[in-house]
């Protein structure tokens, strides 16, 4: 006795620790486990491993928690309920279901289990069951319905555990939001997170901030909303949860994007990654990816958005795989659970019709594989047709896209009698009332005629191009992705009723994935044709830029570097860390009685000596490799780091002379018939001076006085 009193601690430390940290209580469990193996205490074991389930179904390891679900189900049924009772099987495998979107079955689950706890006047199993039930009307927007069923359960509040009503108070929430009754909402979130902080029950509190976060997002109270948001994945975190927490980072990230926070929104989505890593959510890495490749999309990285685009493709795969096995091995342990003649034949068919299933996937996954394989539409087409041919009878097979602006629809692929007509057909008008595929995209319905004699419905007369035969039986359907109508795909055979339900079952398999592999096309030639036009408008945008930049650097009327120019390298070269070792040369030029020659002149003239002499300087300092700026005026300066104090002599000197050759006459000179120039240099050790100002005053120094000996003079300084 005090052995299984030591287990049943261990199953009360994991249901005190469950909803606070899972890993944590998982280690209780496992405890227990080993006792009652140690032990041979069989039926106890039972019991510790549907908590163990449990756990693992709280931390994302749905796959593991139903095996064992399923193997407890086989012992009850061999030795009968001992601690575990069918009504908790049932509502597990309901939950199970129900997580993967088999709504039907995870009804007749709970109605079971709601069965068998009525009888039994179980009022906690039937508060949860009806809860959980509530939840499959709420997934199916309907309302109502879900609220109908809390509200029954409602009225237990004083016989029911405050585990159980602080889940329904949640809930009860969740639906006054998705309705609009936001206010109430708070009222019972409220209520619900007093019961969750007595408790200690973590993954509730951390569910209700992210209900209170939406309540807040539609009250437009952002801020508000995305603390809640940050809060609920905080404390989801800290609970170890693996399931709710995905939901918490769907809404966050949608919340994100909405607010063009995009750079935030994928760093929480490769932070959900990593918490994914290792737990069975091929739905949740969907949405992942989605996501991903809408927020790439939006930047304009077009080829990153079609790479999520081809890994959600992929992830689609093995989700739909899963889902299928998922449901097939759900259907089959019902078939066993379920006694009565009448039942069992329901089961039977569900098994048959899923199995069927299964062969449909197995026949269309070569397709699907082709599908991915390759962006070029008329390539994927021609694969698609090959291997259909093998498994069901085609005699026309065609792939068209819809261009929404022109209002046509273009094959890209038509196929007759193994004729490849290629994108050769003439397009059609959507309005052509003589071209099924024109009905279909215009009424946004599929056709599928297992007779031409049922025509009239759609269309006035048969236009037989390109081989003049008449198609007996006729499939077309749309080719959707994410609510807009990218094309058709038809397949036809000149004989009549010529497929049977498995031939559509494939066909409607297919159409998913071809529909995303149209928008990956799609999308890639908008990318291809985008990348073209923006390397143009790049190259444009360099060489406006490059006009600019000179413009706003060169001196308009001397071609000269300008002031502004010398004022941003001056900056930049006092930045520098190894400057103060330098020596720089400066020439300073000033223009001899310019002033005066501007009076007499007038300022057209002048700036033509301006012009002459600045291009003259130009010459000179292109000839050096040296920079040279029009300082202002009739000054100008020259800067250079590698002349010797003789060759900046020389420099000076070749500058002075050259002036005075342009022989541009000054009648208003005392000193010459011609323009001349007072020439000022120095060779400046940079770590004397600390700014331009200081850098300048030497030269400036020198100019000063070659004015003041007489003008047109070279003084070093």
Not at 298 to 321: L, P, T
Not at 646 to 666: M, S
Request: aromatic share 10%; hydrophobic share 35%; net charge neutral.
């Amino acid at each position: 006795m005090n052995i299984i009193n030591n287990v049943d601690k261990q199953i009360q430390k994991f249901k005190t620790k469950r909803y606070d940290n899972i890993e944590t209580a998982l280690k209780y469990i496992e405890k227990g486990i080993e006792i009652c193996k140690e032990n041979n205490l069989d039926d106890k074991l039972q019991e510790c491993r549907y908590y163990y389930a449990l756990g693992q179904f709280d931390k994302g390891n749905w796959r593991k928690s139903i095996n064992i679900n399923m193997d407890i189900k086989r012992i009850i049924e061999e030795s009968g309920e001992k601690y575990v009772t069918k009504i908790q099987i049932f509502i597990m495998l309901g939950i199970a279901n129900f997580s993967t979107g088999n709504f039907e079955i995870s009804l007749e689950y709970y109605l079971e289990a709601l069965d068998d706890a009525e009888k039994k006047n179980d009022l906690e199993s039937i508060a949860k069951i009806k809860t959980n039930i509530s939840e499959i009307y709420r997934e199916l927007q309907d309302y109502e319905i879900a609220k109908e069923y809390l509200e029954e359960v409602l009225i237990y509040e004083n016989s029911l555990s405050n585990q159980s009503f602080g889940i329904i108070y949640t809930n009860y929430a969740e639906i006054l939001t998705l309705v609009g009754d936001l206010v109430e909402g708070l009222e019972f979130i409220d209520k619900s997170d007093k019961i969750s902080e007595n408790i200690n029950d973590n993954v509730g509190l951390a569910y209700n901030a992210m209900i209170r976060a939406r309540i807040y997002e539609k009250q437009g109270k952002s801020n508000e909303a995305e603390k809640s948001f940050l809060r609920s994945l905080s404390i989801f975190k800290k609970a170890k949860d693996g399931v709710y927490i995905f939901e918490a980072y769907e809404d966050y990230i949608k919340f994100l994007i909405k607010r063009k926070k995009l750079d935030k929104a994928e760093l929480i989505i490769y932070e959900a990654f990593h918490i994914l890593d290792g737990k069975d959510s091929l739905k949740t890495e969907l949405t992942l990816e989605r996501q991903l490749a809408s927020i790439n999309y939006k930047r304009g990285k077009y080829k990153q958005s079609a790479d999520h685009f081809i890994s959600y493709d992929r992830i689609y795969g093995e989700y739909d795989i899963n889902v299928l096995n998922m449901r097939l091995l759900a259907v089959k342990t019902k078939f066993d659970m379920i006694k009565s003649q009448r039942d069992r034949e329901r089961i039977e068919k569900y098994n048959k019709e899923l199995e069927e299933k299964h062969d449909v996937f197995v026949l269309a996954k070569d397709i699907i594989k082709e599908i991915n394989s390759s962006l070029r539409l008329k390539n994927i087409a021609s694969r698609i047709y090959n291997h259909l041919k093998q498994i069901i009878n085609v005699d026309v097979f065609g792939l068209a896209i819809y261009d929404k602006e022109r209002k046509q629809i273009t094959y890209k692929e038509y196929i007759e009698e193994d004729i490849s007509y290629g994108d050769s057909v003439e397009p059609i008008d959507l309005y052509n009332t003589n071209a099924f595929t024109s009905y279909v995209v215009r009424n946004n319905e599929d056709i599928y005629l297992k007779t031409i004699e049922d025509k009239s419905k759609y269309i006035d007369e048969i236009i037989m191009e390109p081989a003049n035969k008449v198609a007996e039986t006729i499939i077309i359907k749309r080719l959707v992705f994410e609510d807009e109508i990218l094309g058709v795909i038809t397949i036809q055979s000149y004989e009549k009723n010529a497929y049977d339900s498995k031939d559509t079952s494939i066909i409607d398999l297919i159409i998913p994935y071809l529909a995303i592999a149209v928008n990956n096309s799609i999308k890639s030639l908008n990318l291809v044709k985008e990348i073209r036009e923006r390397k143009n408008t790049e190259e444009k945008l360099k060489e406006t830029n490059s006009i600019l930049r000179n413009i706003s650097n060169t001196d308009n009327l001397t071609g000269l570097n300008n002031r502004h120019y010398l004022n941003k390298i001056m900056d930049n070269f006092f930045k520098r860390e190894d400057i103060y070792e330098k020596k720089i040369n400066l020439i300073m030029i000033d223009l001899d009685f310019f002033k005066e020659y501007n009076d007499n002149y007038g300022h057209v003239e002048g700036d033509e000596v301006i012009r002459r002499v600045g291009s003259k300087i130009k010459e000179i300092c292109n000839s050096y490799k040296i920079e040279a700026f029009r300082y202002g005026g009739d000054e100008f300066l020259i800067v250079d780091h590698y002349l010797d104090k003789k060759g900046l002599e020389k420099l000076g000197k070749k500058i002075n002379i050259e002036v005075e050759k342009l022989k541009i006459k000054n009648g208003k000179s005392p000193i010459s018939h011609y323009i001349t120039a007072s020439v000022g240099l120095s060779q400046v050790n940079v770590k004397e001076s600390s700014n331009q100002n200081k850098l300048l005053k030497k030269v400036d120094d020198a100019l000063y006085e070659s004015k003041r000996i007489g003008r047109n003079k070279v003084v070093m300084i």
